[in-house]
């Protein structure tokens, strides 16, 4: 089945879109009138507000978001009104991020015990078990979710997509962030589903198929938020569960893997680790490096690359324009950053006279060389999770040349990300987040509304899963060892 923009993103209206039960809340109508006029304002600051979307259809929008999030009473209705509205914006780093609610609205809204009871991805439109936590026989590695209380597992897909944040046209990290591969502590699948398909008193009815092709419906209980973390695949990245990137040395490859590359709160020396391992490369036949987790973060990347070549490299590069001088006084309120300079970013900018200010050329794309020179080659594992620092990682490998990558489309987009600094704006009627980032990457040539596409395309199949067959790494492995 193939899902077009269109087919994932109309989902039928507002009532379409709403939670089977509501959380009373306590913020007037007139209260909740000011939390969209601060959306309004603030989103005056976004620099990519206009990427995707002209300044009517932002006004349409803006004036459907009053209608519908200050009618609703229920703080679960106001989260899936607001995150609907900013995944039209149609950027990756724009949304209710559930890292930064509150603790009371995040036990509010993600501790629910509405979890389903496996592991699962997306292969061509169609659920498929990764993993079975239910502690039934009846959903083996590679089964296909047919039906979810009666819901066919697409119709959900289409459902659920509507609430996914990815850059234009990129509709394969919006599939994906609506998979549960359990890598997260927070995964954007179980928050949505949770609020609008829950189980029913506490049980989901689940149709399936298995890969013996034996049908059937089994009736399964949910997990509780607890459950599902004891099941997850990476640890978090807190600053004291270091090191959480894994090297391993496969009849001599060696198999980096790296689920993240956030380290803003970290005290780990990651990069003193990464220089230890390369260094004992001495040896070995190449480097695999696994990003297929890894939505961003630091541009740690650059280190590896930085290893592999006897020159400075320049990069392209993206012109990196802002919208404002200054944050408007009366906003800075409900503008948290880690960063006070943010709120002056453009006081020295060019002004372009466009309602754009231009800071330059992104510094990051000159990566100075460090000896000694790894003369190895080098794999990369890309898929389209990888759309911030690893988007910008594969497409410099692409343009480079010096990293082959295998996998799938990555998330981000050549026609520009935006990011590099977040305001966390904090709506007072509410008590809800969302990030806005401060800083537009705009190419300087035309570039396709999509992500980066791999050297070697290898897309997993549900037979790959029943198998517990990773095509993606033997083909990296395969390379290599030619």
Same mark, same amino acid.
């Given at each position: 089945?193939?899902?077009?923009?269109?087919?994932?993103?109309?989902?039928? $209206?507002?009532?379409?879109?709403?939670?089977?039960?509501?959380?009373?809340?306590?913020?007037?109508?007139?209260?909740?009138?000011?939390?969209?006029?601060?959306?309004? @304002?603030?989103?005056?600051?976004?620099?990519?507000?206009?990427?995707?979307?002209?300044?009517?259809?932002?006004?349409?929008?803006?004036?459907?978001?009053?209608?519908?999030?200050?009618?609703?009473?229920?703080?679960? %209705?106001?989260?899936?009104?607001?995150?609907?509205?900013?995944?039209?914006?149609?950027? *990756?780093?724009? %949304?209710?991020?559930?890292?930064?609610?509150?603790?009371?609205?995040?036990?509010?809204?993600?501790?629910?015990?509405?979890?389903?009871?496996?592991?699962? +991805?997306?292969?061509?439109?169609?659920?498929?078990?990764?993993?079975?936590?239910?502690?039934?026989?009846?959903?083996?590695?590679?089964?296909?979710?047919?039906?979810?209380?009666?819901?066919?597992?697409?119709?959900?897909?289409?459902?659920?997509?509507?609430?996914?944040?990815?850059?234009? *046209?990129?509709?394969?990290?919006?599939?994906?962030?609506?998979?549960?591969?359990?890598?997260?502590?927070?995964?954007?699948?179980?928050?949505?589903?949770?609020?609008?398909?829950?189980?029913?008193?506490?049980?989901?009815?689940?149709?399936?198929?298995?890969?013996?092709?034996? /049908?059937?419906?089994?009736?399964?209980?949910?997990?509780?938020?607890?459950?599902?973390?004891?099941?997850?695949?990476?640890?978090?990245?807190?600053?004291?569960?270091?090191?959480?990137?894994?090297?391993?040395?496969? +009849?001599?490859?060696?198999?980096?893997?790296?689920?993240?590359?956030?380290?803003?709160?970290?005290?780990?020396?990651?990069?003193?680790?990464?220089?230890?391992?390369?260094?004992?490369?001495?040896?070995?036949?190449?480097?695999?490096?696994?990003?297929?987790?890894?939505?961003?973060?630091?541009?740690? $990347?650059?280190?590896?690359?930085?290893?592999?070549?006897?020159?400075?490299?320049?990069?392209? !590069?993206?012109?990196?324009?802002?919208?404002?001088? @200054?944050?408007?006084?009366?906003?800075?309120?409900?503008?948290?950053?880690?960063?006070?300079?943010?709120?002056?970013?453009?006081?020295?900018?060019?002004?372009? !006279?466009?309602?754009?200010?231009?800071?330059?050329?992104?510094? /990051?794309?000159?990566?100075?060389?460090?000896?000694?020179?790894?003369?190895?080659?080098?794999?990369?594992?890309? $898929?389209?999770?990888?759309? /911030?620092?690893?988007?910008?990682?594969?497409?410099?490998?692409?343009?480079?040349?010096?990293?082959?990558?295998? !996998?799938?489309?990555?998330? $981000?987009?050549?026609?520009?990300?935006?990011?590099?600094?977040?305001?966390?704006?904090?709506?007072?009627?509410?008590?809800?987040?969302?990030?806005?980032?401060?800083?537009?990457?705009?190419?300087?040539?035309?570039?396709?509304?999509?992500?980066?596409?791999?050297?070697?395309?290898?897309?997993?199949?549900? @037979?790959?899963?029943?198998?517990?067959?990773?095509?993606?790494?033997?083909?990296?492995?395969?390379?290599?060892?030619?």
């Amino acid at each position: 089945m193939t899902l077009t923009r269109r087919s994932l993103l109309a989902v039928g $209206g507002a009532a379409a879109l709403l939670p089977h039960r509501s959380l009373r809340a306590a913020a007037s109508t007139g209260e909740l009138r000011q939390d969209v006029d601060i959306v309004r @304002r603030v989103l005056a600051l976004h620099p990519g507000v206009y990427r995707y979307q002209s300044p009517k259809m932002l006004e349409r929008r803006l004036r459907l978001l009053e209608r519908d999030y200050a009618r609703e009473s229920g703080l679960d %209705h106001q989260f899936l009104i607001l995150s609907k509205f900013l995944a039209e914006i149609r950027c *990756g780093h724009t %949304h209710c991020n559930p890292y930064n609610q509150k603790r009371a609205v995040a036990a509010a809204l993600f501790e629910r015990n509405t979890r389903l009871p496996f592991e699962f +991805d997306w292969i061509d439109g169609r659920m498929v078990v990764l993993a079975n936590r239910s502690g039934q026989a009846a959903l083996p590695r590679g089964t296909e979710i047919v039906s979810i209380n009666g819901e066919r597992a697409s119709d959900l897909l289409r459902r659920l997509v509507a609430f996914s944040r990815a850059d234009g *046209g990129n509709d394969g990290k919006r599939i994906q962030q609506m998979a549960m591969r359990n890598t997260d502590r927070l995964e954007t699948f179980d928050i949505f589903q949770g609020l609008i398909r829950p189980p029913q008193d506490g049980v989901f009815r689940i149709g399936y198929r298995t890969p013996a092709g034996t /049908s059937g419906i089994v009736e399964l209980a949910a997990l509780t938020p607890a459950q599902r973390s004891a099941n997850r695949h990476t640890i978090e990245t807190n600053g004291t569960s270091e090191p959480f990137w894994t090297w391993e040395m496969r +009849d001599g490859v060696a198999i980096l893997t790296m689920p993240s590359w956030v380290m803003y709160n970290s005290k780990w020396k990651w990069e003193a680790w990464l220089d230890d391992r390369l260094a004992s490369l001495t040896g070995a036949k190449g480097l695999i490096i696994d990003l297929r987790d890894n939505e961003g973060g630091n541009e740690c $990347g650059n280190a590896i690359f930085a290893r592999l070549t006897t020159k400075d490299m320049q990069f392209e !590069g993206y012109r990196q324009l802002v919208r404002y001088r @200054r944050t408007p006084k009366e906003l800075d309120p409900y503008l948290d950053t880690w960063d006070d300079s943010f709120r002056t970013i453009g006081e020295q900018a060019a002004d372009l !006279g466009n309602g754009f200010f231009a800071l330059g050329t992104e510094g /990051s794309d000159l990566i100075a060389a460090k000896g000694p020179r790894i003369d190895l080659p080098v794999a990369a594992l890309i $898929g389209p999770t990888c759309s /911030s620092a690893t988007f910008s990682f594969a497409r410099r490998a692409r343009e480079s040349k010096l990293v082959r990558l295998f !996998g799938e489309q990555s998330g $981000g987009n050549l026609r520009g990300i935006n990011g590099n600094g977040y305001f966390f704006v904090r709506l007072p009627g509410s008590n809800l987040e969302f990030d806005i980032p401060i800083i537009g990457n705009f190419a300087v040539t035309p570039q396709p509304d999509r992500g980066v596409l791999p050297d070697v395309m290898v897309r997993p199949t549900i @037979r790959d899963i029943a198998a517990g067959r990773d095509r993606c790494m033997e083909s990296a492995e395969r390379w290599i060892r030619s």
